[in-house]
Structure formats: structure tokens, C-alpha cells
């Protein structure tokens, strides 16, 4: 998508929330402007070294304005303080406010070997809490550490090095990754739709019209599905427009609506999708403040700001097997932008900064130029903001 000039950032006060001075139950502290985790401990009575511990994160750590800390219970030993699973607007309709929910990570009895990733996990986060690199965690699962972690997959963590006290328990087999380009899959055991259609670069839709089942049924372990339909996300996304093209005629779609949209109903669309919720609602809200009315003086449109020439693009290129994006609709505005998001995320191995960069400045034009200054400051600021929208 070709640059255009943006507003100054402005988060919603709904992102800072007061928290108790003395901590007398667990519960999670956003983390005000100006706070340190030395100032969040001392506040409730705790060494840094154990708020640290229980949020799985080094006590050099410099936290982030909105961002969601566990407070511990005074006196609670550390090797009981449960980890913070911060809320990622997942989409499943009981929340749309991205600090609304949390929850507490698993532990096991010594000897655990595998982890399955919640909500809001991060890779530096399951590392800590196993005692290993996040190298080495990603390295043993064959998975980018730069990439977005998926609800429901399971982590190898047998090369932890960590007491038993921080290792994880098991609630499903590992699950073994697709082939992007390959005519099949055999499901294995802990597999979801979701998770195989993130990896073949297709919609869950897609996936499961192609092989006749329900997307929201239980998959069988053994059962094949075909993965022909398949489209090459990598070269889609090489062959993304820019400029000229990219802008198309101002009298193609999108068409802007007089809508808005939650953080909930992104998330819910990019998890459909198999896009990270809390990166695509980052760039929804960096983009156009979750408005479809919205019209850019380069003429880009609605909650994600396509162009004409871009939209055309994602339509016949990337919207393959799930029904023609609405030109009218702040939903399928979103459906269009994740689309997007998808093949950028494909093309550039997980890497959400380099996503971003490409549907602010263009994949091609970022593989040849670099990242212009105002595409970097475009990726800071939703780097930023996915923290807010719960990270991971």
C-alpha cells in the first residue's frame, strides 16, 4: 500500500486503567505512562525479582505503557506465581476491550515435555517460563522466533534446561506443520483447521469448502485434506502493487461506509483468517481508528485504507475459495486487508514488522528500497499498538 501522510497516534484512555496500591489477590496492573517494573513492584509490596518471575520476563525488562502485569499475591513463593496470559481479542465474542481478560498459564509436575500456546503467549515468554533460548525453543519446533505464535499449537520444550517448577504439561500431541505448496495433509493429533489453513496460506473457509466439512466440526486424526486450491502466497504477495497501480480509478471500490468496527470483530475475522488478531488490529486502528468512512488524501478506503488498485489485487489474486469481498461492507474491508496481511506474513516468514512494512510502503518497493523513514515510523507505531491489542 503506497505511503500517506497519518494522524498523530492517539490511544484510547480505555487502555489505562487504575490499579490497587497494595496487592491483596492476583490480578493484572496496566502499566501506566512513566512506570518502571521497579516502581509496579514497590507499589505492591514486592522484589523485583519476583514480579519479574511471575510474568516470565527479565527484571531488566523495560515495560510498555498498556501493557498488562500479573501482580502476585504477597508472600507467594516465586516457583507458584502463576504466568500472565494477556487477552488477544481472539474473536469469540465475550470481549472487545483488549484489556479485558486475562488468565492464568499452566504448570506441571517435573519431567513435562510440551507446552500448548494460549491466547496472548509470546515465544520470549514460554522460553523464560521453560528455562531455554528462545532460539533454541524455536529451533526444536522448527518455527520462526520472529513469528506469531497460534493459539491451540503445542510446543516441543524436552531440551529445557529449567527446574521442574517451570516446565509445562501437555494437553495435546504435537502438531505437525503443512506444507504450503503440498496437494495434501494427514491431520494429525492436536491439529485445528485454523492452524492448517494459516500454514497452507489459505482461509479456514477455503480450507474446509474444498474438502467438504464443517470449519467449525472437530477434525478426525488420519483424515487427508487437499490443499491443491493452495494459492502461492509468496509470489501473490511479490506481485503486490504499488503506486500507479496500487491507487487504480477513484471510481472502483472499496466504497467507505458509514461504519465502525470493534477490535473484537478484527480480531475475529483475522483469526478466521489465520492472521495474528492483534497485529491486524493494530494496523485497523493505525490505519483509520476502526472507521469505514474514512477516505485518505491518496484515496485510500475504509478500516484498512485500501486503494482501488490494491483492492482489485487482493480480489483477484488472494481472495481464493471464499465468497467476493462486499465493495460496501466494513467487514469484508477488514476481510481484505487481512487477506493481505496473510500473504505478507507468508512471503515475509511470520516477520509481523516486515508485514507491516509492506501494506504501508509495498513488499516489492521494501525489497528493493528498504524501508522508508516514514515506513519505519508506520511499523513502530503498530508494533506499539499490538501490545495494546494484547501482543502475540
Same mark, same amino acid.
Given at each position: ?9 492517539? &490511544? @484510547? !484512555?480505555?487502555?489505562?486503567? *487504575?490499579?490497587? $496500591? #497494595? =496487592? ?8 501506566? /505512562? ?88 509470546? &515465544? @520470549? !515468554?514460554?522460553?523464560?517460563? *521453560?528455562?531455554? $533460548? #528462545? =532460539? ?8 520462526? /522466533? ?89 509470489? @501473490? !504477495? ?155
Amino acid at each position: 500500500m503506497a505511503p500517506m501522510p497519518r494522524a498523530a497516534l492517539i &490511544l @484510547s !484512555a480505555g487502555f489505562l486503567l *487504575a490499579a490497587p $496500591s #497494595v =496487592a491483596s489477590a492476583d490480578f493484572v496492573h496496566v502499566v501506566a /505512562p512513566g512506570e518502571t517494573l521497579t516502581s509496579i513492584a514497590a507499589a505492591d509490596g514486592l522484589s523485583v525479582a519476583d514480579l519479574a518471575a511471575a510474568n516470565g520476563i527479565s527484571p531488566y525488562t523495560q515495560v510498555v505503557a498498556g501493557t498488562g502485569i500479573q501482580i502476585p499475591p504477597q508472600g507467594l513463593p516465586q516457583t507458584q506465581a502463576q504466568p500472565q496470559v494477556a487477552s488477544q481479542g481472539d474473536g469469540d465474542g465475550d470481549s472487545d476491550d483488549p484489556q479485558a481478560e486475562s488468565a492464568s498459564g499452566p504448570s506441571a509436575p517435573a519431567g513435562a515435555g510440551s507446552y500448548v500456546v494460549q491466547p496472548g503467549d509470546t &515465544l @520470549s !515468554a514460554i522460553a523464560a517460563r *521453560a528455562g531455554v $533460548s #528462545v =532460539a533454541d525453543l524455536a529451533a526444536s519446533n522448527g518455527i520462526d /522466533p520472529n513469528a506469531p505464535l497460534l493459539s491451540g499449537t503445542t510446543l516441543q520444550l524436552s531440551g529445557s534446561t529449567g527446574s521442574s517448577s517451570s516446565q509445562f504439561v501437555s494437553t495435546a500431541p504435537p502438531v505437525t506443520s503443512a506444507p504450503n505448496v503440498s496437494a495434501s495433509y494427514v491431520v494429525q493429533p492436536g491439529d485445528t483447521l485454523s492452524a492448517i489453513a494459516a500454514r497452507a496460506g489459505v482461509s479456514i473457509a477455503g480450507l474446509a469448502a474444498a474438502n467438504g466439512i464443517d470449519p467449525n466440526g472437530t477434525l478426525l486424526s488420519g483424515a487427508v485434506l487437499q490443499l491443491s486450491g493452495s494459492p502461492g502466497t509468496a509470489a @501473490s !504477495a511479490s506481485t503486490q502493487p504499488v503506486g500507479t497501480a496500487a491507487q487504480g480509478s477513484p471510481t472502483d471500490p472499496p466504497y467507505p461506509t458509514a461504519e465502525t468496527v470493534t477490535a473484537g470483530q478484527v480480531g475475529s475475522i483475522a483469526s478466521a483468517n489465520g492472521v495474528s488478531p492483534s497485529l491486524a488490529a493494530a494496523i485497523a486502528y493505525q490505519e483509520s481508528g476502526f472507521n469505514n468512512d474514512l477516505v485518505s488524501s491518496a484515496d485510500a478506503r475504509g478500516v484498512m485504507q485500501i486503494l482501488p488498485g490494491t483492492w482489485q489485487w487482493i480480489q483477484h489474486t488472494l481472495d481464493q475459495g471464499g465468497p467476493p469481498l462486499a465493495p460496501a461492507s466494513a467487514a469484508d474491508n477488514v476481510r481484505g486487508g487481512v487477506l493481505m496481511l496473510r500473504s505478507l506474513l507468508n512471503a515475509t516468514g511470520g516477520d509481523p514488522a516486515m508485514a507491516a512494512a509492506g501494506y504501508y510502503q509495498g513488499l516489492p518497493s521494501v525489497q528493493q528500497n528498504g524501508l522508508y523513514a516514514d515506513t519505519q515510523q508506520y511499523v513502530n507505531s503498530v508494533m506499539a499498538l499490538r501490545q495494546q491489542f494484547g501482543g502475540g
